[in-house]
């Protein structure tokens, strides 16, 4: 995946979860923050930060903030990266696990739920829930940021299709490299850490991705550990 037209700018203050006003060239701008999370750790006075430029009219901002650096470590924070990026990596089939790919839907609908991806490959017919992952302490990759019952109820879906037959997967796709393996941040959300190990021991899957981050690109590397 990648941005088209990258700035370098210095991150001056968030005044709302969708905007953010930043420096570039000795001006000040306003730009859009591609994730509505809190992202506390990451969006500091000073830090260095990346923005896209969107040229387009009608838009009352023209930069998209898409990436921040962290004590050397560039993370990319677009809340949509995870999933383009794995979309690449299951039509590329580089996801190897369910044999060879036939089909990939994205936004597919089961009973009541919207699953990230269906898929149906040699072997056998899955649901796939992505994550993206932003947080991190001490090298060890953590999900998620705050509190959030959304993510409980996608797992809980899963845990039906489960019981119903298909495979499931809860993909968490790392915006950054160097980590060394991931893990639920329990003490942000303990419930959500519970009900992830309770999926793995139905049979979901749990794999966990970093990525090759740069300013203008990311694009998955390799498997990391997951520890429970």
């Not at 838009?59 to 949509?80: C, F, P, W």
């Not at 109820?153 to 019981?163: D, E, M, S």
Request: hydrophobic share 40%.
């Amino acid at each position: 995946m990648r941005y088209t037209d990258i700035f370098k700018a210095t991150f001056i203050n968030r005044p709302n979860r969708f905007i953010a006003q930043v420096e570039i060239g000795g001006k000040v701008e306003t730009c859009h923050v591609k994730n509505t999370g809190r992202c506390r750790e990451l969006l500091t006075p000073g830090a260095t930060v990346y923005v896209n430029h969107v040229n387009n009219p009608a838009r009352v901002t023209q930069y998209d903030l898409v990436a921040v650096e962290k004590g050397g470590t560039l993370i990319n924070m677009d809340s949509y990266a995870p999933n383009l990026v794995f979309g690449e990596y299951l039509r590329q089939g580089k996801f190897t696990e369910l044999g060879e790919i036939s089909l990939v839907k994205p936004e597919a609908k089961y009973g009541q739920s919207r699953f990230d991806f269906y898929v149906e490959a040699s072997g056998g017919k899955a649901f796939i829930e992505v994550k993206g992952v932003t947080l991190e302490h001490g090298g060890v990759a953590m999900f998620p940021d705050a509190p959030t019952e959304r993510g409980i109820k996608h797992l809980n879906h899963l845990a039906a299709c489960i019981a119903n037959g298909y495979e499931a997967y809860v993909v968490f796709v790392i915006q950054m490299k160097g980590m060394k393996y991931f893990t639920p941040a329990k003490e942000i959300h303990s419930a959500f850490g519970e009900t992830l190990a309770r999926v793995s021991g139905m049979g979901g899957r749990v794999r966990a991705f970093d990525c090759v981050v740069k300013p203008g690109e990311m694009v998955i590397d390799a498997p990391l550990p997951v520890e429970f």
